[in-house]
């Protein structure tokens, strides 16, 4: 399937195509909520993973790879591997690895790109689960939270998602 493009771009928020792909259309709600409180635009550099960067010689070509798409030098590319983007932050290097090839602006631009490869990242890393499963299965919701958000913060992560829930009506 093509992907759309961001003359495609939607005045709001998209719910239809990635229901379609089916990923659950309330864990998005509370994801969007929770990572950026719903905005296509939201972006935020991690100096960890910049800092943590191995600089080993698959990375390296990953890298170059960023910086080809996109037209920049090695080290924005190491920036953006770094750095989160969009409605669900999705991780530079995790929208890259998930098989996007055009300029990150492009993504960054189009919730119906954001959508989709938000459910691409449930279904490559097992966690396309829908909300009603997890709410009612704490330890299912914690493994959610450590897949999506790390396993360091799992269990704050998983009471911001139940908070960003009910604050939704869900």
């Known amino acids: 399937m093509p992907e759309p493009t961001a003359s495609s771009m939607l005045a709001t928020p998209s719910l239809a195509t990635p229901s379609t792909l089916g990923a659950d259309p309330a864990l998005m709600r509370i994801i969007r909520q929770v ?39 090695f080290d ?23 098989g996007f090839v055009r300029p990150i602006v492009e993504f960054w631009s189009d919730h119906t790109l954001q959508d989709i490869y938000f459910h691409k990242f449930l279904i490559k890393n097992n966690i396309n689960i829908p909300w009603s499963t997890l709410k009612s299965n704490p330890e299912l919701l914690a ?19 139940t908070r960003a829930a009910t604050g939704l009506g869900l």
């Open 35 to 73: 990572e950026s409180g719903n905005r296509s635009d939201a972006i935020r550099f991690e100096p960890t993973v910049f800092s943590g960067w191995a600089g080993e010689s698959s990375e390296q070509g990953f890298v170059q790879r960023i910086a080809d798409i996109n037209h920049c030098d």
């Open 76 to 98: 924005t590319a190491k920036v953006l591997f770094s750095t989160s983007f969009g409605l669900y932050q999705l991780m530079g290097f995790n929208i890259y690895s998930l």
């Open 143 to 161: 493994h959610f939270a450590s897949v999506y958000n790390g396993p360091g913060g799992r269990v704050t992560y998983a009471a911001a998602m």
